[in-house]
DNA sequence: TAAATAAAAGATAAACATATCCTTTTATCT
DNA sequence: AGATAAAAGGATATGTTTATCTTTTATTTA
Protein backbone atom coordinates (compact mmCIF):
# COMPACT_ATOMS: atom_id res chain seq x y z
CA UNK A 1 0.00 0.00 0.00
CA UNK A 2 2.98 2.51 1.07
CA UNK A 3 6.39 1.91 -0.89
CA UNK A 4 9.16 0.54 0.57
CA UNK A 5 11.00 3.80 -0.14
CA UNK A 6 8.61 5.17 2.26
CA UNK A 7 8.71 2.98 4.76
CA UNK A 8 12.28 3.54 5.03
CA UNK A 9 11.72 7.43 5.22
CA UNK A 10 9.51 7.11 7.67
CA UNK A 11 11.73 4.78 9.64
CA UNK A 12 14.98 7.24 8.83
CA UNK A 13 12.61 10.15 10.41
CA UNK A 14 11.24 8.61 13.38
CA UNK A 15 15.13 7.49 13.92
CA UNK A 16 15.83 11.09 14.14
CA UNK A 17 13.20 12.28 15.99
CA UNK A 18 14.15 9.49 18.61
CA UNK A 19 17.84 10.74 19.02
CA UNK A 20 17.77 15.14 18.82
CA UNK A 21 20.89 15.71 20.25
CA UNK A 22 23.09 15.74 17.25
CA UNK A 23 23.20 14.53 13.21
CA UNK A 24 23.61 11.50 12.59
CA UNK A 25 25.01 9.45 9.63
CA UNK A 26 23.62 7.34 7.02
CA UNK A 27 25.60 4.58 8.58
CA UNK A 28 24.38 5.24 11.65
CA UNK A 29 20.73 5.58 10.91
CA UNK A 30 20.46 2.47 8.54
CA UNK A 31 21.82 0.43 11.46
CA UNK A 32 19.09 1.54 13.51
CA UNK A 33 16.46 1.21 10.76
CA UNK A 34 17.71 -2.16 9.48
CA UNK A 35 17.61 0.17 5.97
CA UNK A 36 20.15 -1.15 3.59
CA UNK A 37 22.80 1.28 3.92
CA UNK A 38 23.27 2.76 0.09
CA UNK A 39 19.94 3.05 -0.54
CA UNK A 40 19.14 4.78 2.55
CA UNK A 41 21.20 7.16 1.41
CA UNK A 42 19.16 8.16 -1.95
CA UNK A 43 16.54 8.48 0.45
CA UNK A 44 18.04 10.68 3.06
CA UNK A 45 18.79 13.15 0.05
CA UNK A 46 15.18 13.14 -1.34
CA UNK A 47 14.20 13.68 2.23
CA UNK A 48 16.52 16.87 2.34
CA UNK A 49 16.00 17.92 -0.92
CA UNK A 50 11.93 18.08 0.13
CA UNK A 51 13.84 20.09 3.72
CA UNK A 52 12.16 17.44 5.68
CA UNK A 53 15.78 16.45 7.46
CA UNK A 54 18.98 18.58 6.88
CA UNK A 55 22.12 17.32 5.76
CA UNK A 56 25.56 18.89 6.87
CA UNK A 57 28.63 17.16 5.05
CA UNK A 58 32.16 16.21 7.19
CA UNK A 59 33.34 15.39 10.37
CA UNK A 60 30.25 15.30 12.79
CA UNK A 61 28.12 15.60 10.15
CA UNK A 62 25.25 13.88 9.22
CA UNK A 63 21.21 14.09 9.50
CA UNK A 64 18.82 15.86 11.89
CA UNK A 65 15.33 16.47 11.36
CA UNK A 66 14.44 19.97 9.65
CA UNK A 67 11.26 20.60 11.91
CA UNK A 68 9.96 19.96 15.50
CA UNK A 69 8.17 16.43 15.21
CA UNK A 70 4.90 18.32 16.15
CA UNK A 71 5.22 19.89 13.17
CA UNK A 72 5.97 17.03 11.01
CA UNK A 73 3.37 15.24 9.55
CA UNK A 74 3.71 11.73 7.85
CA UNK A 75 2.29 12.55 5.13
CA UNK A 76 5.73 15.19 4.10
CA UNK A 77 8.14 11.79 4.62
CA UNK A 78 5.87 10.18 2.27
CA UNK A 79 5.36 12.77 -0.09
CA UNK A 80 9.36 13.28 0.09
CA UNK A 81 9.49 9.90 -1.48
CA UNK A 82 7.60 8.52 -3.67
CA UNK A 83 4.79 11.24 -3.91
CA UNK A 84 0.97 10.00 -3.33
CA UNK A 85 -1.00 10.54 -6.79
CA UNK A 86 -4.35 11.31 -7.04
CA UNK A 87 -6.64 10.26 -10.31
CA UNK A 88 -7.52 13.92 -11.79
CA UNK A 89 -8.37 12.55 -14.71
CA UNK A 90 -10.04 9.44 -16.30
CA UNK A 91 -7.62 7.61 -16.72
CA UNK A 92 -8.75 6.07 -20.11
CA UNK A 93 -8.75 9.05 -21.50
CA UNK A 94 -12.34 9.18 -22.06
CA UNK A 95 -13.14 12.41 -23.66
CA UNK A 96 -16.56 13.39 -22.59
CA UNK A 97 -15.17 12.47 -18.77
CA UNK A 98 -11.99 14.74 -18.88
CA UNK A 99 -11.75 15.82 -15.08
CA UNK A 100 -14.84 14.89 -13.96
CA UNK A 101 -14.45 11.17 -13.11
CA UNK A 102 -17.00 8.14 -12.75
CA UNK A 103 -18.02 6.72 -10.08
CA UNK A 104 -15.20 3.69 -10.08
CA UNK A 105 -12.50 6.02 -10.60
CA UNK A 106 -14.02 8.77 -8.03
CA UNK A 107 -14.15 5.37 -5.49
CA UNK A 108 -10.49 4.68 -6.19
CA UNK A 109 -9.47 8.43 -5.86
CA UNK A 110 -11.37 8.79 -2.25
CA UNK A 111 -9.10 6.18 -0.92
CA UNK A 112 -6.17 7.97 -1.90
CA UNK A 113 -7.65 10.91 -0.14
CA UNK A 114 -8.49 8.81 3.42
CA UNK A 115 -4.98 7.69 2.92
CA UNK A 116 -3.40 10.65 2.57
CA UNK A 117 -5.59 12.53 5.23
CA UNK A 118 -4.76 10.04 7.37
CA UNK A 119 -0.97 10.93 6.99
CA UNK A 120 -1.58 14.89 7.06
CA UNK A 121 -2.61 14.55 10.47
CA UNK A 122 -0.76 12.48 11.63
CA UNK A 123 2.63 13.35 13.06
CA UNK A 124 5.64 12.14 14.21
CA UNK A 125 5.37 13.43 17.20
CA UNK A 126 2.13 11.03 17.17
CA UNK A 127 4.33 7.94 16.64
CA UNK A 128 6.88 9.20 19.39
CA UNK A 129 4.55 9.36 21.72
CA UNK A 130 1.98 7.47 23.21
CA UNK A 131 4.38 4.86 23.83
CA UNK A 132 2.88 1.34 23.64
CA UNK A 133 4.49 -1.85 24.65
CA UNK A 134 6.83 -1.00 21.23
CA UNK A 135 9.01 1.38 21.34
CA UNK A 136 9.74 2.62 17.34
CA UNK A 137 12.67 0.67 15.68
CA UNK A 138 13.72 -0.21 19.42
CA UNK A 139 14.50 -3.94 20.01
CA UNK A 140 14.37 -3.27 23.64
CA UNK A 141 11.08 -2.04 25.55
CA UNK A 142 12.43 -0.57 28.54
CA UNK A 143 15.37 1.70 26.77
CA UNK A 144 15.36 4.24 23.84
CA UNK A 145 18.47 3.15 21.96
CA UNK A 146 20.07 6.66 22.82
CA UNK A 147 20.73 6.06 26.09
CA UNK A 148 23.18 3.04 24.98
CA UNK B 1 -1.83 3.00 -4.07
CA UNK B 2 -3.52 0.75 -5.80
CA UNK B 3 -1.87 -1.09 -8.47
CA UNK B 4 -2.04 -1.10 -12.35
CA UNK B 5 -3.16 -4.82 -12.22
CA UNK B 6 -6.31 -4.34 -9.78
CA UNK B 7 -6.94 -0.95 -11.63
CA UNK B 8 -7.43 -3.46 -14.51
CA UNK B 9 -9.64 -5.83 -12.59
CA UNK B 10 -11.83 -3.10 -11.28
CA UNK B 11 -12.36 -2.02 -14.98
CA UNK B 12 -12.77 -5.48 -16.13
CA UNK B 13 -15.39 -6.46 -13.43
CA UNK B 14 -17.42 -3.40 -13.82
CA UNK B 15 -16.92 -4.01 -17.84
CA UNK B 16 -18.74 -7.19 -17.07
CA UNK B 17 -21.20 -5.90 -14.75
CA UNK B 18 -22.45 -3.28 -17.43
CA UNK B 19 -23.12 -5.81 -20.09
CA UNK B 20 -24.76 -8.89 -18.16
CA UNK B 21 -26.46 -10.57 -20.96
CA UNK B 22 -23.80 -12.49 -22.32
CA UNK B 23 -20.30 -13.60 -21.95
CA UNK B 24 -17.68 -11.42 -23.34
CA UNK B 25 -14.49 -12.22 -24.56
CA UNK B 26 -11.03 -10.86 -23.36
CA UNK B 27 -10.64 -9.11 -27.26
CA UNK B 28 -14.27 -7.21 -26.34
CA UNK B 29 -13.35 -6.20 -22.51
CA UNK B 30 -9.86 -5.16 -23.54
CA UNK B 31 -11.10 -2.54 -26.49
CA UNK B 32 -13.98 -1.22 -23.52
CA UNK B 33 -11.36 -0.92 -21.05
CA UNK B 34 -8.86 -0.33 -22.81
CA UNK B 35 -6.68 -2.84 -21.07
CA UNK B 36 -3.75 -4.47 -23.13
CA UNK B 37 -5.48 -7.51 -24.39
CA UNK B 38 -2.60 -10.39 -23.58
CA UNK B 39 -2.56 -8.58 -19.85
CA UNK B 40 -5.54 -8.58 -19.52
CA UNK B 41 -6.12 -12.60 -20.26
CA UNK B 42 -3.50 -13.07 -16.70
CA UNK B 43 -5.78 -10.61 -15.10
CA UNK B 44 -9.38 -12.69 -15.94
CA UNK B 45 -7.45 -15.75 -15.24
CA UNK B 46 -6.60 -14.33 -11.82
CA UNK B 47 -10.32 -13.45 -11.47
CA UNK B 48 -11.61 -16.48 -12.69
CA UNK B 49 -9.64 -18.40 -10.26
CA UNK B 50 -10.61 -16.57 -7.08
CA UNK B 51 -13.79 -16.66 -8.43
CA UNK B 52 -15.22 -13.54 -9.28
CA UNK B 53 -15.47 -14.31 -12.37
CA UNK B 54 -16.46 -17.49 -14.36
CA UNK B 55 -14.59 -18.70 -17.51
CA UNK B 56 -16.35 -20.09 -20.42
CA UNK B 57 -14.69 -21.55 -23.41
CA UNK B 58 -15.40 -22.07 -27.05
CA UNK B 59 -17.39 -20.56 -29.04
CA UNK B 60 -19.93 -17.76 -27.70
CA UNK B 61 -17.50 -18.59 -24.93
CA UNK B 62 -15.97 -15.60 -22.62
CA UNK B 63 -16.28 -14.39 -18.90
CA UNK B 64 -19.81 -13.35 -17.14
CA UNK B 65 -19.26 -12.35 -13.36
CA UNK B 66 -19.91 -14.95 -10.78
CA UNK B 67 -22.34 -12.58 -8.37
CA UNK B 68 -24.30 -10.65 -8.52
CA UNK B 69 -22.84 -6.73 -8.21
CA UNK B 70 -24.78 -5.94 -4.90
CA UNK B 71 -22.64 -9.04 -3.65
CA UNK B 72 -19.57 -8.15 -4.92
CA UNK B 73 -16.85 -5.64 -3.19
CA UNK B 74 -14.49 -4.41 -4.65
CA UNK B 75 -12.24 -5.35 -2.33
CA UNK B 76 -12.69 -9.00 -3.93
CA UNK B 77 -11.39 -7.67 -6.96
CA UNK B 78 -8.58 -6.82 -5.97
CA UNK B 79 -7.74 -9.39 -3.24
CA UNK B 80 -7.99 -11.44 -6.09
CA UNK B 81 -5.16 -10.23 -8.56
CA UNK B 82 -3.32 -8.25 -5.60
CA UNK B 83 -3.63 -8.92 -2.46
CA UNK B 84 -4.10 -6.36 0.42
CA UNK B 85 -1.51 -7.27 2.53
CA UNK B 86 -1.23 -6.24 6.57
CA UNK B 87 1.45 -5.62 8.76
CA UNK B 88 1.01 -8.13 11.23
CA UNK B 89 4.67 -8.58 12.80
CA UNK B 90 7.47 -6.38 12.90
CA UNK B 91 9.21 -5.25 9.25
CA UNK B 92 12.63 -4.52 11.61
CA UNK B 93 11.93 -8.26 13.09
CA UNK B 94 12.86 -6.80 16.32
CA UNK B 95 12.04 -9.89 18.49
CA UNK B 96 10.71 -7.91 21.47
CA UNK B 97 7.69 -6.42 19.07
CA UNK B 98 6.95 -9.00 17.65
CA UNK B 99 3.13 -9.47 16.74
CA UNK B 100 2.89 -6.50 18.76
CA UNK B 101 3.31 -3.55 16.18
CA UNK B 102 5.11 -0.23 17.63
CA UNK B 103 3.24 3.59 16.69
CA UNK B 104 4.99 3.84 13.71
CA UNK B 105 3.78 0.21 12.06
CA UNK B 106 0.37 0.39 13.95
CA UNK B 107 -0.41 3.87 11.90
CA UNK B 108 0.51 2.65 8.42
CA UNK B 109 -1.39 -0.66 9.14
CA UNK B 110 -4.36 1.68 10.42
CA UNK B 111 -4.00 3.15 6.57
CA UNK B 112 -4.29 -0.56 5.00
CA UNK B 113 -6.84 -0.98 7.60
CA UNK B 114 -9.07 1.84 6.71
CA UNK B 115 -8.57 1.19 3.01
CA UNK B 116 -9.33 -2.20 2.98
CA UNK B 117 -12.67 -1.58 4.92
CA UNK B 118 -13.23 1.11 2.26
CA UNK B 119 -13.22 -1.44 -0.45
CA UNK B 120 -15.07 -4.54 1.32
CA UNK B 121 -18.20 -1.88 2.28
CA UNK B 122 -18.34 -0.68 -1.58
CA UNK B 123 -19.45 -3.04 -4.21
CA UNK B 124 -19.22 -3.29 -7.91
CA UNK B 125 -23.40 -2.21 -7.84
CA UNK B 126 -22.35 0.76 -5.93
CA UNK B 127 -20.60 2.07 -8.79
CA UNK B 128 -23.12 1.00 -10.96
CA UNK B 129 -26.01 2.34 -9.62
CA UNK B 130 -25.69 6.35 -8.27
CA UNK B 131 -24.53 7.83 -11.75
CA UNK B 132 -23.10 10.80 -12.32
CA UNK B 133 -22.11 12.80 -15.22
CA UNK B 134 -19.71 10.02 -16.24
CA UNK B 135 -20.41 6.50 -16.89
CA UNK B 136 -17.84 4.47 -15.60
CA UNK B 137 -15.93 3.40 -18.75
CA UNK B 138 -18.10 4.67 -21.64
CA UNK B 139 -17.33 7.35 -23.48
CA UNK B 140 -20.67 8.67 -24.09
CA UNK B 141 -22.72 10.09 -21.19
CA UNK B 142 -26.19 9.54 -22.70
CA UNK B 143 -26.20 5.54 -23.76
CA UNK B 144 -24.88 2.35 -22.37
CA UNK B 145 -22.69 1.00 -24.06
CA UNK B 146 -24.23 -2.02 -24.26
CA UNK B 147 -26.57 -0.49 -26.30
CA UNK B 148 -24.61 -0.12 -29.74
C1' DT C 1 47.14 23.30 4.79
C1' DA C 2 46.70 18.26 5.19
C1' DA C 3 44.07 14.48 6.80
C1' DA C 4 39.91 12.54 7.98
C1' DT C 5 35.03 12.37 7.71
C1' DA C 6 30.69 12.22 5.63
C1' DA C 7 27.24 13.51 2.15
C1' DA C 8 26.42 13.75 -3.04
C1' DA C 9 26.54 11.82 -7.29
C1' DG C 10 27.06 8.33 -10.78
C1' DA C 11 27.14 3.70 -12.62
C1' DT C 12 25.64 -0.91 -12.40
C1' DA C 13 22.90 -4.87 -10.92
C1' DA C 14 19.03 -7.60 -9.17
C1' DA C 15 14.20 -8.17 -8.39
C1' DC C 16 9.62 -7.37 -9.47
C1' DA C 17 5.64 -5.57 -12.15
C1' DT C 18 3.85 -4.94 -16.49
C1' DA C 19 3.31 -6.22 -21.26
C1' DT C 20 3.58 -9.12 -25.56
C1' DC C 21 3.69 -13.22 -28.21
C1' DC C 22 2.99 -17.99 -29.27
C1' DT C 23 1.31 -22.63 -28.43
C1' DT C 24 -1.95 -25.81 -26.27
C1' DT C 25 -6.29 -27.20 -24.50
C1' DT C 26 -11.25 -27.17 -24.31
C1' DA C 27 -15.77 -26.27 -25.84
C1' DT C 28 -19.24 -25.46 -29.49
C1' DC C 29 -21.32 -25.56 -33.92
C1' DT C 30 -22.14 -27.58 -38.27
C1' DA D 1 -15.66 -35.97 -36.99
C1' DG D 2 -13.90 -31.52 -38.51
C1' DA D 3 -13.63 -26.62 -38.20
C1' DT D 4 -13.72 -22.77 -35.41
C1' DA D 5 -13.72 -19.99 -31.33
C1' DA D 6 -11.95 -18.83 -27.10
C1' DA D 7 -9.62 -19.55 -22.67
C1' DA D 8 -5.24 -21.44 -20.52
C1' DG D 9 -0.57 -21.75 -20.25
C1' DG D 10 4.27 -20.88 -21.24
C1' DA D 11 8.10 -18.13 -22.77
C1' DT D 12 10.08 -13.80 -23.49
C1' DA D 13 10.56 -8.71 -23.34
C1' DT D 14 10.26 -4.09 -21.33
C1' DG D 15 10.05 -0.93 -17.51
C1' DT D 16 10.29 0.39 -12.71
C1' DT D 17 11.65 -0.22 -8.08
C1' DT D 18 14.98 -1.62 -5.02
C1' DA D 19 19.78 -2.40 -3.95
C1' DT D 20 24.97 -2.13 -4.26
C1' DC D 21 29.35 -0.22 -5.33
C1' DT D 22 32.56 3.48 -6.57
C1' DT D 23 34.02 8.15 -7.17
C1' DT D 24 33.54 13.02 -6.18
C1' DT D 25 32.69 17.06 -3.34
C1' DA D 26 32.25 19.58 0.88
C1' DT D 27 33.37 20.27 5.86
C1' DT D 28 35.83 19.95 10.07
C1' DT D 29 39.77 19.53 12.84
C1' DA D 30 44.39 19.43 14.02
Not at 37 to 45: M, P, R
Not at 52 to 59: A, F, H, N, Q
Not at 99 to 120: A, G, P, W, Y
Request: net charge neutral; hydrophobic share 40%; with cysteine.
Amino acid sequence: MISQTSEYALRAVVCLAQNPDKPHTTAEIAKWTKVPEHYLSKVLLALAKHEVVISKKGLHGGYVLAHDPEDLPLLNVINAVDPIKHIKSCPLKLKTHGTHLCRLHKQVNDSIDMIEELFRTSTVALILNEPTQSIPLCESVTTQRGAN
